[in-house]
């Protein structure tokens, strides 16, 4: 099955600065990457995904790049304020499945943004 | 409300009982998800529905565990015998198959097993 990595499990910066969270995977097959924000008792939110079609997207201060020959995706945030404080989480499916369907996470990045 | 809800958002049982929790996906959703998330830790999959089909289970869902979808709509999953270690937040997730597989979670059942 798919087996990801996440660093650094945790980040803190100042606020307006840039933050990046880096994932490897190690599955070849896999198409599809998203990254989820989760606040303390909350539920996992989508803030990005991206497929093995492009390079890199991007959504207003979030953008992520992925590199399918290293088996690597980075989730960059710009000008970080402090409602950006939370987990972050890369994923990517077990395609071995058929169905993209199953996602195997990391193991989370707590990012702190400071004033 | 078009989001994924989950019922009872807490949960306090004592060991051997047994437990059920309720997921109700995006109405137009056919794929349903069950994880697992201990505190520090990413959700862990447990099984998946296609409509009303289980399509897979984690090696992490013993016996005691159990999982249904009859209608294609709702879902349950059933804790039998709690055990201490059961002690986690369990999410829900739905998906549209045509839809580019995008996840989206309910708040989760957090359970306390004492």
């Known amino acids: 099955g798919e087996n990801v990595e996440q660093h650094p499990s945790t980040l803190s910066v100042q606020e307006g600065d840039s933050a990046v969270i880096k994932c490897t995977y190690s599955?070849?097959?896999?198409?599809?990457f998203p990254w989820y924000k989760q606040e303390l008792g909350k539920r996992p939110q989508l803030i990005i995904d991206i497929r093995s079609n492009v390079g890199e997207k991007k959504d207003q201060r979030i953008a992520v790049t992925l590199n399918k020959t290293a088996k690597h995706f980075s989730l960059h945030i710009t000008e970080t304020q402090p409602e950006d404080s939370a987990v972050y989480f890369c994923?990517?499916?077990?395609?071995?499945?058929?169905?993209?369907?199953?996602?195997?996470f990391g193991t989370g990045t707590r990012l702190q943004v400071t004033l | 409300d078009t989001g994924v809800s989950q019922d009872p958002r807490h949960k306090i049982t004592k060991r051997g009982q047994n437990v059920t929790f309720r997921c109700d996906p995006i109405?137009?959703?056919?794929?349903l998800y069950w994880y697992r998330q201990t505190l520090g830790q990413g959700p862990e999959f447990l099984t998946y529905?296609?409509?009303?089909?289980?399509?897979?289970k984690s090696r992490l869902l013993s016996d005691r565990f159990s999982a249904e979808r009859p209608k294609g709509s709702f879902s349950t999953l059933e804790i039998q015998r709690t055990e201490q270690g059961d002690s986690a937040m369990y999410l829900c997730a739905s998906s549209y198959s045509g839809g580019g597989e995008t996840q989206y979670f309910g708040p989760g059942t957090r359970l306390l097993v004492l």
């Open positions: 994923a990517a499916p077990d395609d071995r499945t058929g169905t993209a369907s199953k996602l195997t």
């Open positions: 599955d070849s097959a896999s198409n599809y």
């Open positions: 109405s137009e959703h056919n794929r």
């Open positions: 529905f296609q409509n009303e089909a289980q399509l897979e």
